[in-house]
Nanobody, 113 residues
Framework: QVQLAESGGGLVQSGGSLRLSCAAS????????MHWYRQAPGKQREWVAT???????AYVDSVKGRFTISKDNTKNTVHLQMNSLKPEDTAVYYC???????WGQGTQVTVSS
């Protein structure tokens, strides 16, 4: 019954910004840890960011200082603000809830040079 729906992807030039959203249903964000992953063409899916139930955050080194994960508990939505985007950020971005083994459908982010 857990469903995750990503949105906000698109095509942007290097140095640009995008804000991804993950609308969650079937869970209460204030009680759950949530994650963002990404998968680039020909590469394995990698972890990008985590926000805990209490609001603590963690990031993969390659996005530190550029990406910010946040959540709005009242709207049950997780966000990933991506600034200073680089071509190597090009990937499908997925929202993840571990306890239900749930993934969203993914949203494509393409960064052109």
């Amino acid at each position: 019954q857990v469903q995750l729906a990503e949105s906000g992807g698109g095509l942007v030039q290097s140095g640009g910004s995008l804000r991804l959203s993950c609308a969650a249903s079937g869970i209460i964000l204030s009680r759950n840890h949530m994650h963002w992953y990404r998968q680039a063409p020909g590469k394995q899916r990698e972890w990008v960011a985590t926000i805990t139930s209490g609001g603590s955050t963690a990031y993969v080194d390659s996005v530190k200082g550029r990406f910010t994960i946040s959540k709005d508990n009242t709207k049950n939505t997780v966000h990933l603000q991506m600034n200073s985007l680089k071509p190597e950020d090009t990937a499908v971005y997925y929202c993840r809830h571990v306890q239900s083994d749930s993934w969203g459908q993914g949203t494509q982010v393409t960064v052109s040079s």
